[in-house]
């Protein structure tokens, strides 16, 4: 008998979407252009084009990219800016570094994105400079609604899309909804690169122009430091490079990752076991996530069997170690969510028996149970 398949968490061969990625290495050493050029330029027009937006700028990582989104803004010291505390804590790290003051928003249950409701208290509660929203898990927020508010309280409002590449909502992109879009194309993200690499969108000239100079030392010329609160942040060649030749194979990679999501909620159905719902286009799938009290134990018993998994994500930003001193919000969906999320290996080149693998080790733990 065959020895039961390893199941790992991400694989970097699927991650390559069968694109030749020496090739696109070869012909940037050849070219002698290395930073910011070519590339990079028709990377950012054929991502916009993607998403349906008019403007990209490259930039180096998404973490970068919600900080220059926030200073092209003018978001100053002590603004206060609205996000969700379970996401990872890259909206909070982007605000700490403009020195933003953090208003955290809790989650819809059903989601575990923004919950309009929570929203529309804290805008009530007035001096918003800014609100970032996050498509949690590839999971599209509930856009018509959270941009409607934002509209409506005339505050701008930032998509991190870091999760959510090629997710759509009522044919319109993850990307497209906000008055900027973040973008990260860490090798992991459903578009990655190799190595670190990022992106923001908007549809504003202005914004845009801003961007490009606070990506490049804050330069409006060439030596000329125009634009406050500008640094280094460019995207390289290399990885525009492959971007670029990934691009176009984004669509089947998402499909593969929702058919593999399908498989597992559909075999799933009838253990005490909270999966999400078949993945419509509003889902890419980045992550699939399954609720349960009993997280430790299940999590044991995968890792037993060779199947890995992870945890997205165990500590709330409110939460983390260098906040100690501070006062807790009130967050009660966020805080449940926290203590029982657990994601199982769902990403292009997944085979069908590590799949069927997955399966048969997680039935296996609730027949025991
Ligand atoms: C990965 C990620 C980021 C940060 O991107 P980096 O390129 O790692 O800086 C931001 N937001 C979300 C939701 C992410 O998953």
Not at 348 to 364: H, K, N
Request: charged residues 15%; neutral net charge.
């Amino acid at each position: 008998m065959a020895s039961a398949p390893q199941v790992a968490f991400f694989s970097p061969f699927g991650a390559a979407f069968g694109v030749d990625l020496g090739a696109c290495l070869q012909r940037v050493v050849d070219s002698g252009w290395y930073v910011l050029g070519p590339q990079v330029r028709e990377f950012e027009t054929a991502f916009a084009r993607y998403v349906g937006v008019r403007h990209a700028v490259g930039v180096a990582n998404g973490t970068d990219a919600l900080t220059l989104a926030l200073r092209a803004l003018g978001i100053q010291p002590g603004q206060r800016v609205l996000t969700v505390a379970n996401a990872g804590c890259y909206s909070s790290t982007a605000m700490a570094q403009v020195g933003a003051d953090p208003g955290w928003v809790d989650v819809d249950p059903a989601r575990l994105t923004m919950a309009p409701e929570a929203l529309a208290a804290a805008l009530a509660e007035g001096r918003v400079a800014a609100v970032i929203v996050t498509h949690l898990y590839g999971q599209m927020a509930d856009m018509p609604r959270l941009t409607a508010l934002c509209q409506a309280a005339g505050v701008p409002l930032i998509e991190d899309c870091a999760q959510a590449h090629g997710a759509a909502l009522h044919g319109r992109c993850a990307g497209a909804w906000g008055t900027l879009a973040c973008f990260s194309f860490y090798p992991t993200k459903n578009l990655g690169a190799l190595g670190d690499g990022g992106a923001v969108l908007t549809d504003d000239a202005a914004l845009a122009e801003r961007l490009r100079a606070l990506r490049q030392y804050g330069w409006t010329r060439k030596y000329e430091v125009g634009l406050p609160g500008g640094g280094n942040s460019r995207l390289d060649e290399l990885q525009a490079a492959v971007l670029l030749a990934k691009l176009p194979h984004l669509e089947a990679a998402n499909a593969e990752r929702r058919a593999i999501a399908a498989g597992y909620s559909a075999a799933f159905a009838g253990l005490p076991l909270d999966c999400p719902p078949p993945p419509g286009p509003d889902h890419a799938m980045h992550l699939y996530v399954v609720r349960t009290p009993h997280r430790a134990a299940l999590q044991a018993h995968l890792a037993a069997h060779g199947v890995a998994s992870d945890i997205h994500y165990p500590l709330a930003d409110h939460r983390q170690p260098v906040r100690a001193a501070q006062p807790l919000p009130h967050l009660p969906v966020t805080e449940a969510a926290c203590a029982e999320v657990l994601s199982l290996p769902c990403y292009p080149g997944l085979t069908a028996p590590q799949g069927a693998r997955v399966i048969e080790v997680v039935r296996q733990f609730f027949a025991a149970a």
